[in-house]
T-cell receptor, first 114, second 115 residues
Framework: GAVVSQHPSRVICKSGTSVKIECRSLDFQATTMFWYRQFPKQSLMLMATSNEGSKATYEQGVEKDKFLINHASLTLSTLTVTSAHPEDSSFYIC??????????FGPGTRLLVL | KQEVTQIPAALSVPEGENLVLNCSFT??????LQWFRQDPGKGLTSLLL?????REQTSGRLNASLDKSSGRSTLYIAASQPGDSATYLCAVRLDSGGSNYKLTFGKGTLLTVNP
């Protein structure tokens, strides 16, 4: 139980395009989903927290207009990187939970912006 | 601001050896501490979670300890196996009311167990 999937697992795009990453809880309803970014050999950094049906809460320094988060249902949250640039290349990981205390992590999405 | 440091950054040991990974945090007002495993290019698997009132947790060959007052935790792996090779991440949750859902991660320790 408690499986979280992400799609795609890997994406390459051209600079200036937008990329959408999906995070799904497969066998439970996730009232809260978290989006993290991890640069090589660096810590996972929380980008934003989303609760189903409400606006996401972004961490300081994360541009909400660049990283659009939609948590439209209890099993799906999406992260859209708008007008992606090479510096947005990173490993994006989501986690999901029924509350904030227990988080189940997805397998991550590797984004490469050329 | 909470900072989490993990030492060493990388560790290579022969199979069968017992080993210790270290984690330190600057703000001792934590709600809990969690150890994760991350395989290359993969997500995170939770290994052990220690509540702030606990001193240690054990799961199989893994034992995690917590000394909240000194801001330290250790992950002990007994009889290491090549399959233990991965990056081990330490993360803490602050006990700060509305913000205690946030996990602050260390950079991890890359463990290689050689057959």
């Amino acid at each position: 139980g408690a499986v979280v999937s992400q799609h795609p697992s890997r994406v390459i795009c051209k600079s200036g395009t937008s990329v959408k990453i999906e995070c799904r809880s497969l066998d439970f309803q996730a009232t809260t989903m978290f989006w993290y970014r991890q640069f090589p050999k660096q810590s996972l950094m929380l980008m934003a927290t989303s609760n189903e049906g409400s606006k996401a809460t972004y961490e300081q320094g994360v541009e909400k207009d660049k990283f659009l988060i939609n948590h439209a249902s209890l099993t799906l949250s999406t992260l859209t990187v708008t007008s992606a640039h090479p510096e947005d290349s990173s490993f994006y990981i989501c986690s999901a939970g029924t509350g904030w205390e227990t988080q189940y992590f997805g397998p991550g999405t590797r984004l490469l912006v050329l | 601001k909470q900072e989490v440091t993990q030492i060493p950054a990388a560790l290579s040991v022969p199979e069968g050896e017992n080993l210790v990974l270290n984690c330190s945090f600057t703000d001792s007002a934590i709600y809990n501490l969690q150890w994760f495993r991350q395989d290359p290019g993969k997500g995170l698997t939770s290994l052990l979670l220690i509540q702030s009132s606990q001193r240690e947790q054990t799961s199989g060959r893994l034992n995690a300890s917590l000394d909240k007052s000194s801001g330290r935790s250790t992950l002990y792996i007994a009889a290491s196996q090549p399959g233990d090779s991965a990056t081990y991440l330490c993360a803490v949750r602050l006990d700060s009311g509305g913000s205690n859902y946030k996990l602050t991660f260390g950079k991890g320790t890359l463990l290689t167990v050689n057959p």
